[in-house]
């Protein structure tokens, strides 16, 4: 099952917007990373954040995490129209080795032009 | 590098067939993990290979097994398929250590999908 729930379902901006996106998560984590999946095919792991960091950065991609609250937001600046995709978040729990990625919900994008 | 290889891509069953999928890791990648992606319940995590060794596994029927070869690629069987199994299957392969807690990024294949009519 879902671990998390991701919020909005839907966004669809305009060209050259902010695009923020939630996510939040029910047990205590290791790490929390951000996916991207276009059409139905394979997921691109955009950003990484561990579980002892509040913030960080790559490129036009700014994600937050909040373990106090259990929530992570990314933020995409100046959204193009190839931004459009589908948005999921995942977390690494301390399961003591092992990669099992708990998937949230997702958030489908759309950057209109 | 090549990235992470699925075959095949797509797949069409019917009801009580058995299909196999296949998974190529990156070269050095260790650990190999299979997920399902359907409408209704979203990604969820099937299982996970390291060293030929299943090291972590989700809730899933037992119709649904992997394996592990020597060289790391990865296969995934399910038996007696029904119409519910419908679904993207992907595989994702990170460098990964013996153990600890996990930090490595994975990375995913294309997927299979698979139709069971």
């Known amino acids: 099952s879902q671990q998390g729930e991701e919020d909005p379902q839907a966004l669809s901006i305009q060209e050259g917007e902010n695009a923020t996106m939630n996510c939040s998560y029910k047990?205590?984590?290791?790490?929390l990373q951000w996916y991207r999946q276009n059409s139905g095919r394979g997921l691109v792991h955009l950003i990484l954040?561990?579980?002892?960091?509040r913030e960080k950065h790559s490129g036009r991609l700014r994600v937050t995490l909040d373990t106090s609250k259990k929530s992570s937001s990314l933020l995409i600046t100046a959204s193009r129209a190839a931004d459009t995709a589908s948005y999921f978040c995942?977390?690494?729990?301390?399961?003591?080795?092992?990669?099992?990625?708990?998937f949230g919900t997702g958030t489908q994008l759309k950057v209109e032009l | 590098k090549a990235g992470v290889t699925q075959t095949p891509r797509y797949l069409i069953k019917t009801r009580g067939q058995q299909v196999t999928l296949s998974c190529s890791p990156i070269?050095?990648?260790?650990?190999v993990s299979w997920y399902q992606q359907t409408p209704g319940q979203g990604l969820q995590f099937l299982f996970e290979?390291?060293?030929?060794?299943?090291?972590n596994k989700g809730n899933f029927p037992g119709r649904f097994s992997g394996r592990q070869f020597s060289n790391s690629r990865s296969e995934m069987n399910v038996s007696t398929l029904e119409l519910g199994d419908s679904a993207l299957y992907l595989c994702?392969?990170?460098?990964?250590?013996?153990?600890?807690?996990?930090?490595?990024?994975?990375?995913f294949g294309p997927g299979t999908r698979l139709t069971v009519l």
């Open positions: 070269s050095g990648h260790r650990s």
């Open positions: 290979y390291f060293s030929e060794t299943q090291r």
């Open positions: 954040i561990r579980s002892n960091e």
């Open positions: 994702a392969s990170s460098y990964s250590l013996a153990g600890g807690p996990r930090t490595d990024t994975q990375y």
């Open positions: 995942a977390t690494l729990r301390n399961a003591g080795g092992g990669n099992k990625l708990t």
């Open positions: 047990t205590s984590i290791n790490n």
